[in-house]
């Protein structure tokens, strides 16, 4: 009877240690597990999307505007600038007095393809100004003078500005718009559906009732010399805001007049 229970007693010990033997193996699978998953795993919360990374600096030495492009041309000039490094963004803004549409229609001082809004979505015109944008997105060399050409000679004189900025990986087009103003003081810039996570904006406003000041919200910047009276009556300003995740349409502050707003997105 004893070696009868001896016997249950030892085969029931060598079921014990199977069970706990197996028990310790799913349980080492299991730390094995989770502890390969917290090492390669990414929490979503602190993902960042490579589309999203991409930020601007605007460089001011490569910048400049002439604020008195000739009468009765459809191309201006703007000079003395130090080279675009490659790789960058050279936006490009007219206010163009003219009583019909104009559209920018070419650009030579770098070898980047020149990159329009489409449709001429940043084009507009209140029978008085044009405001275009356009921009060189990857600049592959940049030169020291730019020269844009209007789809038509102007009426009287206008203005042509040049803005550089250094993005951190390469920048392309977003979204354009533009829209128009009559006699209000406090114009809103054009609405915009940007795709982009880290968009860099560009403003453009024209002003037909004179010289009086012109400032813009929202955060944006009017770099130094970017705000013209380019005859005694018409006003010009452009503006930037970088590395932004949504856009709000920034409202401008002038006397009641009336004129042209144009906006780009750059992604």
């Given at each position: 009877m004893d070696e009868q229970h001896g016997h249950k007693r030892n085969g029931d010990f060598q079921r014990g240690g199977a069970m706990k033997l197996r028990l310790a193996i799913f349980?080492?699978?299991?730390?094995?597990?989770?502890?390969?998953?917290a090492q390669y795993s990414i929490p979503s919360s602190t993902y960042v999307s490579p589309s999203g990374s991409t930020t601007y600096t605007f460089n001011s030495a490569s910048s400049g505007i002439n604020g008195a492009c000739a009468s009765s041309s459809a191309t201006c000039t703007v000079s003395g600038l130090t080279?675009?490094?490659?790789g960058d963004v050279v936006v490009l803004a007219?206010?163009?007095?003219?009583?019909?549409?104009?559209?920018?229609?070419?650009?030579?001082?770098?070898?980047?393809?020149?990159?329009?809004?489409?449709?001429?979505?940043?084009?507009?015109?209140?029978?008085?100004?044009?405001?275009?944008?356009?921009?060189?997105?990857?600049?592959s060399s940049g030169?020291?003078?730019?020269?844009?050409?209007?789809?038509?000679?102007?009426?009287?004189?206008?203005?042509?500005?040049?803005?550089?900025?250094?993005?951190?990986?390469?920048?392309?087009?977003?979204?354009?718009?533009a829209t128009g103003y009559?006699?209000?003081?406090?114009?809103?810039?054009?609405?915009?559906?940007?795709?982009g996570t880290s968009d860099l904006f560009i403003q453009a406003?024209?002003?037909?009732?004179?010289?009086?000041?012109?400032?813009?919200?929202?955060?944006?910047?009017?770099?130094?010399?970017?705000?013209?009276?380019?005859?005694?009556?018409?006003?010009?300003?452009?503006?930037?805001l970088a590395n932004q995740s949504s856009y709000t349409a920034p409202t401008w502050t002038i006397a009641s007049g009336s004129g042209p707003l144009s906006a780009m997105a750059i992604q």
């Open positions: 349980v080492a699978a299991v730390l094995a597990t989770a502890i390969c998953a080279a675009a490094t490659n007219v206010a163009f007095a003219r009583s019909t549409l104009q559209t920018i229609s070419s650009a030579t001082g770098n070898s980047a393809t020149l990159v329009k809004c489409t449709s001429s979505a940043c084009a507009t015109y209140n029978s008085v100004i044009t405001t275009d944008i356009a921009a060189f997105m990857n600049s030169g020291t003078s730019y020269t844009v050409t209007m789809s038509a000679t102007s009426t009287a004189t206008w203005a042509f500005a040049v803005l550089d900025f250094t993005p951190s990986a390469t920048a392309s087009y977003d979204t354009g718009n009559t006699s209000t003081a406090n114009p809103v810039g054009p609405s915009l559906s940007p795709s406003i024209g002003y037909g009732s004179g010289s009086g000041t012109i400032s813009i919200g929202g955060g944006y910047t009017i770099p130094t010399g970017f705000k013209v009276n380019f005859t005694g009556t018409k006003t010009a300003a452009f503006a930037y």
